[in-house]
């Protein structure tokens, strides 16, 4: 098990005994100790609210300045018990294991940047930060549960934000405590983004104002005291402001910041109104010829074919990412920002989330553009009348066909429910920011990061930022206000051809022309999916087949796009169930 932990730092190892609960919750330099009453903690923490806590446990002075990070979230257990997670800002995990009861205490920050697995079965309990270290003990099975393999091919997982792959290894999800011991587990969820209540100010200037400075203290705290710092920046505004607040403070300590974009290695040509952002790259120079202080680095990832990104971040992970087509370019520039001698990686991947703020008040039109009248629609309104609309008025969840949104095969949808969880998913204005609050994002991100010696952060998944987006009145008026807000408060941070712009970028953009170069690992992957058994029960091939036929055939870039993304997250799950076999 310690050797599954190895890339996560020097204090991978045992805590507990008999019970074997093992101990690794993120990396650095805090060793397991032994607190009151024989309890013993690990925890990783970097805290937004240091001062906050110390002030509230007492602890001033000298040792103040001396006590770590960890030490202090151990002591706000010691303190508060269970209630220590509502204390606790920053991206944080946390262990506590008592011998005398056997029991196991494990706790995630709000929107979990820290990542933490655990498994109970026959009368032991483990817990790591990597799901490969649960693997390795020779008492746990490796049974596969089948409904989170179809969960992520056609939900991308959302439908069990606590379960694995494995059906004897669980996932704790963001913002959740858990309590383990011999005969019981109790999950906690302690927060809960959507019961912000309104508050601060109503006025749009002061809003304004205090949305700028929240996001300046956020991307503040990030920035660490010895690593050097870099971000991944693409030509948008979320990870666009995120790099301009770190290079105006950094500039200010006489630091730089090292910007990384992933670019294209081909050409690639568009249609439509995403014509102009195949390359990032235009975009984000815009955002650092703005600075001083930054160093551009551009990624076309030509050394990794998008097949060989996937079986990278299977090693890394050992569960099957999705979506599988961006793991080329992401693994690339973490081994690039690696070489540079990057610490701190600043990401922006929930600005489109966090920055929407709160839902838009109920209307009619709201409602009906989120798909909650299309039953009764489909039911009193004649079928050829639908479809005079087009494309947008198709069902886009229990009617869509499996064909044109998943390669799961139909037999095992039906056998493991996926089909009926689909017809059954809530259509409320809520349900996106639910989905979103409780996605893994450290599942994803810690461990990449810590396979290239790095630690990835996201500013704008701050506490702070997310209850300030979701605590301020909502206008009566559609669209989105408060990404207006967002945009308002960059105002002489970014330039205005990136701030005021509506354009989005297409990350992955030449994904077609990097699978057919590198056409014969598509089919090697292929070859490996069908002599599997399992993964022929779970993938319908047949149809991966087509659909990279298809590749080699001219139409439409976004169609032709879609189908390779459809097709490499069919490829990535088929791999992982070859070798799981």
């Not at 999950?187 to 300046?216: A, H, I, K, N, Q």
């Not at 499996?402 to 429910?417: E, K, L, P, Y």
Request: charged share 25%; glycine share 8%.
């Amino acid at each position: 098990m310690m050797e599954s932990l190895g890339q996560w730092g020097p204090n991978a190892e045992t805590v507990g005994g008999d019970a074997a609960c093992f101990g690794r919750v993120g990396a650095g330099s805090f060793r397991p100790r032994t607190g009151v009453n024989g309890a013993v903690f690990t925890a990783a923490a970097r805290l937004d609210n240091r001062d906050e806590l110390a002030d509230l446990l007492g602890v001033g002075g000298a040792e103040r300045q001396s006590l770590s990070n960890e030490c202090l979230v151990v002591r706000a257990f010691e303190q508060w018990g269970e209630a220590c997670p509502t204390r606790l800002n920053g991206d944080w995990s946390l262990a506590v294991w008592s011998p005398a009861t056997k029991r196991l205490f494990l706790a995630r920050d709000h929107f979990g940047s820290a990542c933490l697995y655990y498994a109970h079965y026959g009368g032991r309990i483990a817990f790591a930060s990597d799901i490969k270290a649960l693997l390795s003990l020779r008492w746990l099975p490796r049974r596969l549960d089948e409904s989170r393999v179809a969960s992520l091919l056609v939900a991308g997982g959302a439908q069990a934000p606590d379960s694995t792959i494995y059906r004897d290894v669980a996932r704790l999800p963001p913002a959740h405590f858990v309590t383990i011991t011999p005969g019981h587990a109790r999950v906690v969820r302690y927060w809960r983004v959507e019961d912000t209540p309104d508050s601060g100010p109503s006025s749009s200037p002061e809003r304004v104002e205090e949305l700028r400075t929240t996001l300046r203290a956020a991307v503040r705290s990030r920035l660490g005291g010895r690593d050097h710092v870099g971000s991944m920046l693409s030509g948008g505004l979320d990870s666009g402001a995120v790099t301009a607040f770190a290079a105006e403070h950094l500039h200010s300590q006489g630091h730089r910041l090292t910007a990384f974009t992933s670019v294209p290695a081909f050409t690639t040509s568009s249609s439509g109104r995403s014509a102009a952002l195949t390359d990032e790259g235009p975009g984000a120079a815009d955002v650092v010829r703005s600075f001083d202080s930054i160093d551009h680095v551009l990624v076309p990832a030509r050394a990794v074919s998008p097949v060989a990104g996937i079986r990278r971040a299977l090693a890394i992970r050992g569960e099957p990412p999705i979506p599988a087509a961006n793991m080329g370019w992401i693994t690339e520039l973490m081994a690039d920002a690696q070489a540079r001698g990057i610490g701190i990686l600043l990401s922006g991947q929930v600005g489109d989330f966090v920055m929407a703020g709160r839902p838009a008040v109920p209307s009619w039109r709201r409602d009906w553009s989120a798909g909650r009248y299309r039953r009764l629609a489909k039911r009193v309104v004649p079928p050829w009348l639908l479809r005079l609309r087009g494309a947008e008025w198709k069902p886009r969840r229990a009617g869509t066909p499996w064909r044109t949104t998943s390669v799961v095969s139909r037999g095992f949808a039906a056998d493991t429910g996926i089909a009926e969880y689909l017809r059954d998913v809530d259509s409320d204005p809520w349900r996106a920011v639910r989905r979103m609050a409780t996605r893994d994002a450290g599942a994803l991100w810690a461990p990449l990061g810590a396979a290239f010696g790095l630690t990835v952060l996201d500013p704008l998944q701050d506490k702070r930022v997310m209850e300030f987006m979701f605590s301020g009145p909502r206008p009566e008026h559609a669209g989105t206000a408060d990404r207006w807000l967002f945009r308002q408060s960059l105002a002489g941070v970014l330039p205005d051809e990136v701030r005021l712009s509506r354009s989005k970028g297409i990350q992955s953009a030449d994904i077609v022309e990097r699978l057919v170069a590198t056409w014969t690992e598509v089919e090697d992957a292929l070859a490996l999916a069908e002599a599997s058994p399992l993964a022929r029960r779970c993938i319908d091939l047949r149809y991966c087949r087509a659909l990279a036929a298809s590749l080699r055939t001219p139409q439409p870039p976004q169609q032709a796009r879609r189908k390779a993304f459809l097709l490499l997250d069919g490829l990535s799950m088929a791999l992982f169930l070859a070798e799981a076999s």
